[in-house]
């Protein structure tokens, strides 16, 4: 399999050479240049594997020429192995057919894990071949840093080093990150805001005279082996309920684009999906340009929901190449007058082909606690708040009742409280077994000034296994 660059300017890639790239060198995003698909008679065969075996037959063909079977079998067994539910994905069923697909049972708690604990062996399979080491600089706000340091705990030929605002994720977000252990883990907690440690990566990225020849790989959702691990759930969620025989809908609670992304790709790789709804809360850019062919860059608003708080969605690219036949020069042409406006809308066509199969909605925070609050009375279950957005919009947006309705859940509730009090749920919430002495725990994290030399200091007196690179 070979990648292509969004905006057609960058040379193809082989999987591996994909997965360490990141951005293509033309500021494009890289995606498979022939999509793999299934007949109906073969997705049909899958009703009943295991997850590590659906996973196993649906992202092969992404990996061709860069892992062999036998390998990529063992590291997916791995990979799946971890989490703390034997059905790996559980559906569970809130209303006559609307079913949460439950994506949280990995070892921090969020559908993040699905792809950071591939991603992390993936990395290390490849870096032990090729005899290399790296380094992974990444910032967040919670979700996505505790993943990749799960992801990459074990891994003998990566550094990981990960930039939390000082004092400003919540308090399980900080200990899942900060009570691992690993000569190869730093938490680094900044004293600035989210925005200040992003800026500190994308620089790092920019000038990587710090890292002495090391090479930098990125963990956010651009990485596409992310991505391609989220498609797996989508077939795993259908096959459970009818489908390839019966088509399926998804509402999705999305900030990056990058999960309902996978969504679309099951869908051309021959899994009928009637409807993809994209659920946003108040920072909607995807919404308004589902609901009005705009696409406009706003400012940030801090929300009960900070795992989709972002105000332009770096995946959204990937379907916009495929909106327009492909074409990497109108991408590149798109992107520019964004960078320069803020703005765009695209042709009325290619517009309506995109509300073919997607429909979405923006739910504010209170909105946000109705649901929790209503699906609590109606099953007794509590949602976070990310996936109770993901039920608002299922049932604004449903286009048939007839054909059963799942949401992703993306995260655990026990990782949202603030959001579960406000919806005044009663019930106290409690940590899983493998986290429940996670308040006990102690923590490791150096704090630095908000000065971008000082970060790079310390990633390079650090950078191997500890010792400077
Ligand atoms: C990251 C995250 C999202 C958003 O995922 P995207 O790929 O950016 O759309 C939603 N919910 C939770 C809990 C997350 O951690």
Avoid at 398 to 413: E, F, K, N, Q, Y
Wanted: net charge negative.
């Amino acid at each position: 399999m070979r990648y292509i660059s969004t905006r057609g300017q960058a040379p193809a890639l082989n999987f591996e050479e994909v997965l360490l790239a990141g951005l293509a060198t033309d500021g494009g995003l890289y995606v498979p240049e022939n999509l793999p698909r299934f007949t109906q008679e073969e997705i049909a065969s899958w009703a009943g594997l295991p997850y590590h075996e659906l996973a196993f037959r649906v992202m092969r063909p992404f990996v061709t020429g860069s892992i062999p079977d036998a390998d990529f079998k063992k590291i997916l067994e791995e990979t799946y192995g971890v989490f703390a539910h034997s059905a790996v994905a559980p559906l569970r069923q809130l209303n006559g057919n609307e079913w949460v697909l439950e994506l949280f049972h990995g070892p921090t708690l969020a559908f993040k894990d699905f792809a950071l604990q591939l991603l992390g062996r993936l990395l290390d399979y490849v870096l032990e071949k090729r005899g290399e080491r790296v380094v992974i600089v990444g910032a967040t706000s919670g979700d996505t840093g505790s993943a990749a340091i799960e992801g990459c705990k074990h891994c003998e030929n990566v550094d990981i080093f990960i930039l939390h605002p000082h004092q400003r994720v919540s308090e399980v977000q900080r200990r899942q990150m900060t009570t691992i252990f690993g000569e190869n883990i730093h938490n680094i907690a900044i004293e600035g805001n989210f925005d200040d440690c992003q800026e500190m990566v994308k620089n790092s990225f920019a000038d990587q005279s710090f890292l002495k020849g090391t090479r930098l790989v990125a963990v956010n959702s651009i990485n596409w082996a992310r991505i391609m691990a989220q498609i797996v759930y989508y077939f795993h969620a259908a096959l459970q309920l009818g489908g390839p025989a019966r088509s399926v809908s998804f509402s999705v609670p999305t900030g990056n684009f990058g999960d309902i992304f996978a969504g679309y790709l099951a869908r051309n790789m021959g899994l009928p999906i009637n409807q993809l709804i994209v659920a946003t809360n108040r920072n909607d850019i995807l919404h308004r340009f589902m609901s009005g062919n705009q696409y406009v860059k706003e400012t940030l608003h801090a929300t009960l929901s900070p795992s989709m708080d972002i105000m332009v969605s770096s995946n959204f690219e990937r379907l916009l190449f495929d909106l327009h036949g492909r074409n990497g020069a109108a991408i590149a042409g798109l992107m520019d007058s964004f960078k320069k406006d803020g703005s765009f809308s695209v042709e009325q066509e290619r517009w309506t082909e995109a509300r073919k199969l997607f429909d979405s909605l923006a739910v504010d925070d209170a909105q946000t606690c109705e649901t929790i609050a209503e699906v609590y009375e109606q099953t007794g279950e509590v949602l976070d708040p990310h996936t109770a957005i993901g039920v608002k919009a299922a049932r604004e947006c449903r286009r048939s009742l007839d054909i059963p309705m799942v949401i992703l859940g993306t995260a655990h509730p026990v990782k949202f409280p603030e959001a579960v009090e406000k919806a005044g749920v009663g019930k106290a919430l409690e940590l899983p077994a493998h986290l429940s002495d996670l308040f006990e725990r102690n923590e490791r994290c150096t704090v630095l000034p908000n000065d971008l030399k000082a970060v790079q200091a310390f990633v390079s007196q650090h950078g191997n296994r500890g010792k400077p690179l």
